[in-house]
């Protein structure tokens, strides 16, 4: 029975029930992209306004997915992530049926709620799963999530605008039924992992750390006013600052913390994974929405021909991807990843309005190998410095600081193509990716120092 259960554990239907959750969240942000015009006319409201459902599942994504993987960590990795299904089958139910605009906001909040289980509890039960077997996560198993957010992003706004043709704008919210209910069917047979952050004698409340949420939600939404703001205001800031400082103080004084800050401080490269990924995420997020509005707005390229152009990028990320992530060799995933950036770095440099499209296809392949490795890398990398009893919460983690990257590119993009997007103020950004790729070169030294160290303790 055991060899039974142990051999349906490592079935590709383990890893569909997964995939199909993880890839939810990308797949309903892109998904609208497609369909927002037909919506917005649907309510006879602008695209202006409309917006706002982009930004309320990435809002609340952004402080969602630490808290299901925080949940997941302390309770049920299995259970958060059905939980996670439940919602997203009534928030489809709810984008169905809205009588209006409001009621879509609403729809998409709980959306962002529910698709933000799927990634943290993966995680936790892919590894709780390994652990149990003595075995470590193969590189491949973890390369398998980290891709399909990829494929997500790729398929999403082609779904989507099949979906809207067919069914209208509410075919965006339909699909999410029966995506749902396999989902939930595959994931029968998915064990129920005791979970390894019980705490004895320590209180429901106490373990779920509500205040500890609330002050890390409270930083998070000021932090985003703080980044998406057309103007600085130090007021927000300071807010910022404040609620930074005072979440490290409640955190360090809890048995039971929602974020471990004092794990985070006797395990400095836990955090510096944090800060890479940031970085990463910056530079990659940069070149994949500058580059399009560059090709249109320079070289005068339409949109149909713009995605044409930027299919090698993401195909490239997919296939290198699934490559690297057999590799071991953490510090040459993350060496390699570097150097990638700053060639992705170069090549936009010597773009220009004369550039031949061969080329933009090559500095397009070199962007998407930038994106694939970097992508496994910093997962593999935080997989290995997480600890097994709060590998929900750090996934969960992993994708805020990714989303607090995504979003200072995008503020950094309409600040230099607010007067209009010109060659030198597509240069511009290139020279400011300059910045976060010397950094990521720095954060290498650490990197090979401690992986160097670890190797001789183990020789030893």
Same mark, same amino acid.
């Given at each position: 029975m055991v060899a039974q259960t142990e051999q349906e554990n490592t079935s590709p239907r383990f890893m569909l029930a997964l995939v199909m959750g993880t890839m939810m969240n990308p797949l309903n942000s892109t998904m609208l992209a497609t369909a927002l015009f037909a919506l917005c006319n649907s309510f006879k409201i602008s695209i202006g306004q409309g917006a706002i459902l982009i930004t309320a599942l990435y809002v609340t994504s952004t402080i969602a997915q630490p808290l299901m993987g925080r949940l997941a960590d302390i309770f049920s990795a299995k259970k @958060?992530?059905? +939980? %996670? !299904?439940?919602?997203?089958f009534i928030a489809a139910g709810i984008g169905i049926i809205a009588p209006n !605009?409001?009621?879509l906001i609403i729809s998409r @909040? @709980?959306?962002g709620l529910g698709t933000s289980a799927a990634y943290p509890s993966a995680m936790a039960l892919i590894n709780r799963k390994y652990a149990e077997m003595n075995q470590e996560v193969p590189g491949d198993v973890l390369g398998i999530i980290a891709i399909s957010g990829q494929v997500s992003m790729i398929l999403g706004p082609v779904l989507g605008g099949f979906l809207t043709q067919w069914l209208g704008w509410r075919g965006i919210f339909y699909i999410n039924i029966p995506w749902v209910l396999i989902a939930v069917? +595959?994931?029968?047979?998915?064990?129920?992992?005791?979970?390894?952050?019980n705490k004895q004698g320590i209180s429901f409340f106490k373990r779920l750390d509500v205040p500890g949420i609330l002050i890390f939600s409270a930083f998070l939404l000021s932090l985003l006013f703080v980044l998406t703001n057309d103007t600085f205001s130090w007021l927000l800031f300071l807010a910022s600052v404040i609620l930074l400082v005072l979440l490290v103080f409640w955190e360090r004084s809890q048995e039971a913390p929602f974020i471990d800050v004092r794990l985070l401080q006797t395990e400095p490269a836990l955090l510096l994974v944090y800060f890479r990924t940031l970085a990463t995420n910056y530079v990659l997020y940069q070149m994949l929405y500058g580059l399009p509005q560059w090709l249109e707005g320079v070289k005068n390229i339409s949109p149909a021909q713009t995605g044409l152009l930027m299919v090698p990028d993401?195909?490239? &990320? @997919?296939?290198v991807g699934l490559l690297i992530s057999k590799s071991?060799?953490?510090f040459g995933q993350n060496f390699i990843g570097?150097? +990638?950036? !700053? &060639?992705?770095?170069? %090549?936009?440099l010597m773009l220009n309005i004369d550039s031949a499209i061969f080329f933009i296809v090559m500095v397009c392949?070199?962007?998407?190998? &930038?994106? %694939?490795?970097?992508?496994?890398?910093?997962?593999?990398?935080?997989?290995?410095?997480?600890?097994?009893?709060q590998k929900g919460v750090s996934f969960g983690l992993f994708r805020t600081f990714g989303y607090i990257g995504a979003i200072i590119s995008s503020s950094q993009l309409k600040i230099h193509f607010h007067g209009g997007i010109t060659d030198p103020s597509f240069h511009q950004l290139a020279l400011n990716m300059l910045y976060p790729c010397a950094a990521l070169a720095i954060l290498l030294i650490p990197l090979w120092l401690r992986l160097k160290r670890n190797k001789n303790q183990f020789a030893g």
């Open positions: @958060i992530n059905l +939980l %996670g !299904f439940v919602l997203v !605009f409001s009621w @909040i @709980i959306l069917y +595959l994931s029968l047979i998915i064990p129920d992992y005791p979970s390894v952050n993401s195909v490239v &990320a @997919i296939v071991k060799n953490l570097v150097l +990638l950036m !700053f &060639a992705s770095a170069a %090549g936009w392949v070199v962007i998407g190998l &930038a994106e %694939g490795v970097n992508l496994i890398a910093n997962q593999a990398l935080l997989n290995r410095e997480a600890p097994l009893a």
